[in-house]
């Protein structure tokens, strides 16, 4: 039996491996804690003719986490020698460490591998306004597609056809498929997928489904086997209190339901879970700190501790 663990944790250890290049990979943590990862700066590199995409695809991250907290970069050029911070510390959504939790306000899918003290984070693009991937919704991997086709509705040929595109009733498998390479059906109606463009993740782009990069698609094709859990999330708001006595609150820019919201000058409205509400009147909270974290919105955890230990 004990041979048998050792074989099996070799194994993971070693997979886990093959796909650091382009996973970012965390150890949960002990004694219920949610707070994982570091941040850090990078130096855009002198004479830069890369956009924003390129580091965020080379961090692991989608545009919008890069850009909640480095708002004035230039998202087709970055200044050259200008400081980045890339915001790989997260704080775990609060729902069961199973299967594949997609929080849609953050724009990251966490998976949970079985039988593993893992955490694999990807970045992801959702469904634009009109076509909203799931807030609430726990449902399963049903099926899974290698070289998937594409069947868009009729509302979706109707939309092409008004920007002048005529869409045949089914797109095949190959490089020019907006599915990519590989599907995994979770309904009916929506799949977590690949893309055959080079842009898109972490902004709201699809019809409903969850897009993801080429590679880590096919990591979890070939790694979440079916019946797998999905759990679809809308949560801006995060918050945890370690086992040391701190506060964190991490918050994101809240998506907009409507294109009034998405086009208006004011901040979309913060709506707070009863957990987060309730937690927030610990007397161990500087309310002043939890304001300004509200108000900044930097998709960063923040120590909110009136006396940080």
Known sequence: MQITYIIRNI?????????YSYALIYTLPKNGNKL?????KITIPKNNIHPLEYFAEKYQLGLSNLLEINPNTDVYLPQAESEIIIPHQLILPNTPHEGIIINSAEMRLYFYPKNSNKIIVFPIGIGEIGNNTPFNWVTSVQR???NPVWIPTKKIRDEYL?????LPKIIASGPHNPMGLYALYIGKLYAIHGTNANFGIGLRISHGCIRLRADDIKYLFQNVPLGTRVQFINE????????????YIEVHQPLSLTKEEFYSNQPNKIQLSNATHNMLKNKNINPNLVKIALEQRLGIPVNITKKPS
Request: proline share 3%.
């Open 236 to 247: 801006p708001v995060k918050i945890t209190q370690e086992k040391n006595g701190n506060f």
């Open 36 to 40: 994982i990862g570091k941040n850090f």
């Open 144 to 146: 899974k597609k290698h």
């Open 11 to 19: 194994l993971l250890i070693i997979l886990l491996h093959s796909i």
């Open 162 to 166: 008004i920007q002048g595109t005529i």
